[in-house]
Nanobody
Framework: QVQLVESGGGLVQPGGSLRLSCAAS????????MGWYRQAPGKQRELVAG???????NYADSVKGRFTISRDNAKDTLYLQMNSLKPEDTAVYYC?????????????WGQGTQVTVSS
């Protein structure tokens, strides 16, 4: 069984920064693509940023130039550095990863971490 645990969310003022982390644990053989998604109240979950096992990245237009996704393959950990935060970035942020175990290959989700941008 695989677990993804996010951390680093919180309350920050507009223009501030936060760094989210997502640690994967369990019977992991390898991790393919990983990504950060977010869901604001009353809205659908959307992709914020993704990263392949080789390090190629992609971003939603709304966060380009402000957010940076990275991963530490040795630690099975995903990061999201968020700078110049705006109130519209307020949402629950979820980690997603395609994880290969001895038994399966499947996408897993974390429980989410709240990010609130407000003065």
């Amino acid at each position: 069984q695989v677990q993804l645990v996010e951390s680093g969310g919180g309350l920050v003022q507009p223009g501030g920064s936060l760094r989210l982390s997502c640690a994967a644990s369990g019977s992991i053989f390898s991790i393919y693509a990983m990504g950060w998604y977010r869901q604001a109240p009353g809205k659908q979950r959307e992709l914020v940023a993704g990263i392949t096992s080789g390090g190629s990245t992609n971003y939603a237009d709304s966060v380009k130039g402000r957010f940076t996704i990275s991963r530490d393959n040795a630690k099975d950990t995903l990061y999201l550095q968020m700078n110049s935060l705006k109130p519209e970035d307020t949402a629950v942020y979820y980690c997603n990863a395609v994880v290969v175990t001895p038994a399966s290959k499947a996408a897993s989700w974390g429980q989410g971490t709240q990010v609130t941008v407000s003065s």
